[in-house]
């Protein structure tokens, strides 16, 4: 619009400039001719003609220069001036209508709600807004309530059909204290079916193989238990819960082992490996990058493979779960890059770790 503004006003004074070096006679017989089209189009037309507000103020700065007598048979009218400056004043001195009740919630508050009452199932509608509050966002209760209500979630303590915490939730909360043992069964190159014990550390997912057999008993597992709380030494007042399955060769000797030392047995439902997730996952890891990669030929060899791979799992193995660090590396030691890398070869080339060069 303020272009066409300029085009106007650059268009009028450069007709102002042709008039000045026209007769007077010409001036005056082509006014006749427009007032003519004038009153001719006006006739056709029959409704007052649009006009666009350069076009408005191009006819005002005109019509300003016009003998008043003159200015009666103009489309700009004093009329239409004093309206078009009204409107003016109306656009001007124009006020927000006030908004009337609370201030309307935004989306990055309404998701922050959301979240907070998605991560903790216990908390009511209170405590998330002191929650809030706390990080500097004033909101009442029942609004809180109301974005919970349309987003479908229950009311505390627990929004779900569970009244207790998941099992997830329960096996990362008691990570620290937790060992989770499976079997696992590892075929021959002579088709012989040999079985391996594993207990998990799920808190550092530090790994121990403890035997190998063809044939397990319900002894044999049991007298494996016993020489994994030897190893773990004064480190077994440290755990808490042994997870396993419901397998026959877990009798009542092999759970008074660790009970004997304060550890308490959790049994998975038939049929979930699910509830046991960090040993199969480990299983499937070991099949994937050893054992399924491999020809094994005896029993000898496959307790040599598994202890070959089980030490580089808990000292060269970036495990992905945990920072991306294997599960005996230091915490609190960052490695700073070295110029020289050397490669470090596992079960004959199998599997490779590099390490930085002295």
């Known amino acids: 619009m303020a272009l066409r503004l300029l085009y106007l006003i650059f268009i009028r004074l450069l007709g102002l400039l042709l ?7 010409a001036k005056d017989t082509e006014l006749l001719a427009l007032r003519h089209e004038n009153v001719v189009l006006r006739r056709q037309l029959g409704v007052r ?10 006819l005002a700065a005109l019509a300003h220069h016009l ?3 003159l200015r009666r048979h103009r489309l700009v009218t004093p009329g239409t001036l004093l309206s078009w400056h009204r409107r003016l004043l109306r656009w001007k001195w124009k006020q927000k209508r006030a908004r009337t009740g609370r201030p309307p919630i935004s989306e990055e508050l309404t998701g922050l709600i959301l979240r907070l009452a998605r991560e903790n199932p216990t908390w009511g509608s209170t405590r998330i807004q002191g929650e809030l509050r706390r990080l500097g966002h004033r909101v009442g209760a029942s609004t809180i309530r109301r974005i919970l209500r349309s987003a479908g979630l229950g009311p505390a303590p627990r929004r779900g059909r569970s009244t207790g915490p998941t099992w997830r939730e329960f096996v990362r909360a008691q990570a620290s204290g ?10 021959t190159a002579g088709l012989t079916r040999l079985y391996a014990f594993v207990v998990m550390e799920v808190g550092t997912r530090t790994v121990h193989i403890l035997g190998v057999t063809a044939h397990p008993t319900a002894a044999w597992a049991t007298q494996l238990a016993r020489n994994l709380l030897a190893d773990l030494g004064e480190r077994d007042s440290g755990f808490r819960y042994l997870l396993r399955d419901r397998d026959s060769r877990y009798t009542q000797a092999f759970d008074a082992v660790f009970s004997s030392d304060g550890i308490e047995i959790l049994k998975t439902a038939p049929q979930a490996p699910k509830m046991n ?15 399924d990669r491999m020809l094994i030929y005896n029993e000898q060899h496959a307790r040599r493979v598994l202890a070959q791979y089980a030490e580089h799992y808990n000292t060269g193995r970036p495990h992905r779960a945990l920072n991306l660090r294997a599960p005996a590396d230091d915490p609190d030691v960052i490695p700073f890059p070295a110029q020289r890398i050397q490669r470090h070869d596992v079960l ?11």
Request: glycine fraction near 4%; proline fraction near 5%; aromatic fraction near 8%.
């Open 19 to 25: 008039l000045l070096s026209r007769s007077e006679a």
């Open 49 to 58: 003609p649009h006009l666009t507000w350069p076009d408005r103020a191009v």
């Open 178 to 187: 937790l060992l989770a043992a499976d079997f696992f069964h590892v075929d």
């Open 277 to 291: 997730a960090h040993a199969e996952r480990f299983i499937r890891t070991a099949r994937a990058e050893c054992t």
């Open 348 to 358: 004959s080339g199998l599997i490779h770790e590099y390490r930085n060069a002295a």
């Open 67 to 69: 003998p008043g007598r």
